[in-house]
């Protein structure tokens, strides 16, 4: 496959260049501001990994599935403003002979040039947050919400949601999977592979890692326990009350807990430098004690609807605790002197 073709496939995928200048694609994903008390899990996994199988068996489960690659097509299919709108900014020779996108014509305009590429996104960006507002909205009031997206890692967008699942299987199963189900020869599928996050970086970024190198009926009895997790979460958020015992499962990387607490964290603060500090030692399964400080005392009670609404409802005082039985976290919130 032609190099521009490849780097477009990968562009092409709908997910921006972020604030911090992360590589991404033609239309944005939304990020998700945690105000509302509805389930917003993210999931993602390198390609050939099986999240589409993760999707499809959460979707049984009765979650709502926002698909941000399908969205970024369906926006610009054929007959859409989307579509006659990048035809009239780029010209009809990104269009192909049915009149449909040309996607490797596009990126051949749009790769390497700042201003097209932003263009590009201007036209994108807004259909994909109206389209998925509108499947949110649509879903039923007890829905969780389920966004499945490919480049969430690469983007930044793991500390916009409650929770992220990450699919994970080794490169030579995937090498395989890919060759099997998708033609590909073992070369393409080593360059589709190596043009996302490492497999390090999306662990890190996971909350939960579902292996995925055996069988679908293993990985449908991994996410049909997972579930219980997701249901208990949900019921607890929307209550109001934090998790108690028994507690279910263990975070998928335990040394990575802290990092990934403090970038929700920072998120629902609206603050990248906001001061997050652990409180004491916290293995996996133990409780996850860290100290949030601000700047005011309205500043502190600001946050308060806040954190319930992104997963640590009240607990005591100007203490907060986490909604998610499978992460024990205590988060105090405290005014700097």
């Not at 579902?210 to 997972?226: E, F, H, K």
């Not at 208990?232 to 975070?251: H, I, K, M, Q, S």
Request: hydrophobic share 45%.
């Amino acid at each position: 496959m032609p190099l521009l073709r490849k780097s477009f496939e990968y562009f092409s995928s709908i997910y921006p260049y972020n604030a911090g200048g992360a590589r991404g694609g033609c239309c944005a994903a939304v990020p998700l501001r945690l105000t509302v008390r509805v389930l917003k899990i993210g999931l993602t996994g390198g390609i050939g990994a099986g999240k589409s199988a993760v999707a499809a068996r959460l979707a049984a489960h009765g979650a709502v599935v926002v698909d941000a690659d399908r969205l970024a097509r369906e926006v610009v299919a054929p007959g859409t403003d989307g579509l006659r709108e990048i035809e009239a900014a780029f010209g009809p020779d990104v269009l192909d002979a049915q009149g449909a996108l040309d996607r490797p014509a596009l990126g051949a305009r749009v790769f390497g040039d700042d201003a097209a590429r932003r263009r590009l996104e201007g036209i994108i960006h807004p259909r994909v947050r109206a389209r998925t507002a509108e499947l949110v909205a649509a879903a039923p009031p007890d829905a969780i919400v389920v966004n499945d997206v490919p480049l969430l890692v690469e983007t930044g967008l793991a500390p916009t949601y409650h929770l992220v699942i990450v699919v994970d299987a080794p490169e030579p199963t995937r090498v395989d999977r890919l060759a099997r189900t998708r033609g590909m020869a073992a070369p393409e599928a080593l360059a589709r592979i190596r043009a996302q996050a490492t497999d390090a970086q999306r662990r890190a970024a996971a909350d939960v890692l579902l292996p995925n190198a055996g069988s679908i009926a293993d990985l449908d009895a991994r996410v049909d326990a997972l579930w219980e997790r997701l249901r208990r979460y949900d019921d607890n958020l929307r209550a109001g009350r934090p998790a108690g015992p028994p507690f279910v499962g263990v975070p998928a990387d335990a040394s990575g807990r802290f990092a990934r607490l403090a970038a929700r964290l920072r998120h629902v603060a609206g603050d990248p430098a906001a001061q997050v500090n652990r409180v004491g030692p916290a293995g996996a399964g133990a409780v996850l004690d860290v100290e949030l400080t601000v700047a005011r005392q309205p500043d502190a009670e600001r946050l308060g609807p806040l954190l319930a609404a992104a997963g640590f409802p009240p607990e005591a005082g100007d203490s907060y605790a986490s909604a998610d039985p499978g992460e024990p976290v205590r988060v105090r919130v405290r005014v700097a002197a």
